[in-house]
């Protein structure tokens, strides 16, 4: 079995494993940084610590949040580094047995596509499971 953290980025449901989530924020604008991929938002100080923060829809290829008090950070653990990730809502915990996650078909595309680690049909609609490693380029790092 594995537990899934649902949310919504416009009217896409994805999902990421519960296992990678620390907490979850309220929406707090972040600092813009100079030269930084559109996919970073900028940075929000976490209890003293500076935590990059990014748009997901952006880094998913989609439109970008339209940011606002109803935002949540999902503060998620990637590989030894923690990063914030603009949601429009959180809306639900799955717990699914592994054998239901499918593969996403193997094309060659856009990065964002890489991001997906597996599909799913949950409660009669898709659900996409973000591989949340995949989702930090090299190169960009918040502060220990």
């Known amino acids: 079995m594995i537990e899934l953290l649902a949310f919504r980025l416009g009217e ?18 972040p600092t813009p940084l100079p030269h930084a991929p559109a996919f970073l938002a900028g940075v929000i100080n976490l209890r003293g610590t500076i935590l990059p923060v990014l748009d997901l829809a952006v880094r998913l290829g989609l439109s970008p949040v339209a940011a606002d ?32 996650l499918e593969p996403p078909p193997r094309v060659q595309g856009p990065a964002q596509l890489t991001c997906i680690a597996a599909l799913s049909l949950i409660d009669g609609q898709m659900i996409r499971v973000i591989d949340v490693a995949a989702l930090m380029p090299t190169g960009v790092t918040g502060a220990a």
């Open 12 to 29: 896409d449901r994805f999902c990421v494993d519960v296992a990678v989530v620390r907490e979850l924020r309220s929406w707090s604008r």
């Open 69 to 100: 008090n109803r935002n949540v950070i999902v503060v998620a653990e990637i590989t030894g580094q923690s990063v914030g990730l603009i949601v429009d809502a959180v809306s639900d915990i799955h717990c699914v047995p592994r054998s239901i």
